[in-house]
Nanobody, 128 residues
Framework: QVRLVESGGGSVQNGGSLRLSCIASGDRKRRQLMGWFRQAPGEGRIGVASIATGDSSTSYADSVKGRFTISRDNAENVIHLQMSSLKPEDTGVYYC?????????????????????WGQGTQVTVSS
């Protein structure tokens, strides 16, 4: 069984920064690909970034490229999402997710159907 616990959300002004963290525990084979997803109010969940724990390959949604960085600390079983130059449209609940997919990150690994385990989410609010 895999468990994911997110932290680091909060409220910031337009242009600010936040760092989200996801502590993962449990079966490593079920969390070989890790992702961050955002769900804005009244909208569906979309993939923001993913990272493969094997080769550290990453993938980002076009809307966050150059502003967000996903990273991992295997020793600590933590996945981070560093968010800079935040915009009001980045507002939403951010979820950490785990997949058993054993391959490189790519644009298609931002699809939520690939992920079987989800955290409880952490709120990020960016005001203009």
């Amino acid at each position: 069984q895999v468990r994911l616990v997110e932290s680091g959300g909060g409220s910031v002004q337009n242009g600010g920064s936040l760092r989200l963290s996801c502590i993962a525990s449990g079966d490593r084979k079920r969390r070989q690909l890790m992702g961050w997803f955002r769900q804005a109010p009244g909208e569906g969940r979309i993939g923001v970034a993913s990272i493969a724990t094997g080769d550290s390959s990453t993938s980002y949604a076009d809307s966050v490229k150059g502003r967000f960085t996903i990273s991992r600390d295997n020793a600590e079983n933590v996945i981070h999402l560093q968010m800079s130059s935040l915009k009001p449209e980045d507002t939403g609940v951010y979820y950490c997710a785990a997949s058993a997919f054993n391959g490189r990150s790519a644009s298609w690994t931002l699809g939520q159907d690939l992920y079987a385990v989800w955290g409880q989410g952490t709120q990020v609010t960016v005001s203009s």
